[in-house]
């Protein structure tokens, strides 16, 4: 059963950059058939898209984040990274990693359980 | 960009049938997922491809998608379905959700 779990600081100073991996488990992260993606959940708030990479492929971003998000992959150690620039308040929130079949109509599935990022100085 | 628009809250008494709406410009041209979110935990999958049941997921869990309006069904509602429920579709590469629907159970 593939499982998928956060890691990184919990806390980033503003205008830094917040920098989460993701550790896959169960399924290796060089399949072509599914993407890796990054969402957040701003405390007490809704669920956004962060973007998502794709093994031998692209990486795709939500445009709302004006380009300050960079996602890749290492394949040596299993895992998927996301950075994300110039951070302010506003992107404290429960970061998510998850995986997604390939195609933009799919559903999102498994998430790991989440880590909670405070940008404070 | 795509929206998509729940409502904040709806409540039901256990037993009974809660109708969880999602809706959105020609929403029934898209595939609509749902997902469960108990508090403190991570979001889980209940409805795919409108209407789709992974596996594990009660029968009690029904969907449905057509013109503007996806649905969420839950019969029989029990107390462990208290929890924020989100719609899920694609805007061309970007995940967009709806806002969330709290299921109280009374």
């Known amino acids: 059963q593939l499982q998928l779990q956060e890691s990184g600081p919990g806390q980033v100073k503003p205008s830094e950059t917040l920098s989460l991996t993701c550790s896959v488990s169960?399924?290796?992260?060089?399949?072509?058939?599914?993407?890796w993606g990054w969402l957040r959940q701003p405390p007490g708030k809704g669920l956004e898209w962060i973007g998502s990479l794709y093994y031998g492929g692209g990486s795709y971003d939500n445009p709302s984040l004006k380009s300050r998000v960079t996602i890749s992959v290492d394949t040596s150690k299993n895992q998927f990274s996301l950075k994300m620039n110039s951070v302010t308040a506003a992107d404290t929130a429960m970061y998510y990693c998850?995986?997604?079949?390939?195609?933009?109509?799919?559903?999102?599935?498994?998430w790991g359980q989440g880590i909670l990022v405070t940008v404070a100085s | 960009s795509y929206v998509l628009t729940q409502s904040p809250s709806v409540s039901v008494a256990p037993g009974e049938t809660a109708r969880i709406t999602c809706g959105g410009d020609n929403i029934g041209e898209k595939s609509v997922h749902w997902y469960q979110q108990r508090p403190g935990q991570a979001p889980v999958l209940v409805i795919y491809?409108?209407?789709d049941r992974p596996s594990g997921i009660p029968e009690r869990f029904s969907g449905s998608n057509s013109g503007s309006t996806a649905t969420l069904t839950i019969s029989r509602v029990e107390g462990g379905d208290e929890a924020d429920y989100y719609c899920q579709v694609w805007d061309h590469t970007s995940g967009v959700f709806g806002g969330g629907t709290k299921l109280t159970v009374l």
């Open positions: 491809y409108d209407k």
């Open positions: 998850a995986r997604i079949p390939e195609g933009f109509i799919n559903w999102i599935d498994p």
């Open positions: 169960g399924g290796s992260i060089g399949s072509t058939t599914y993407y």
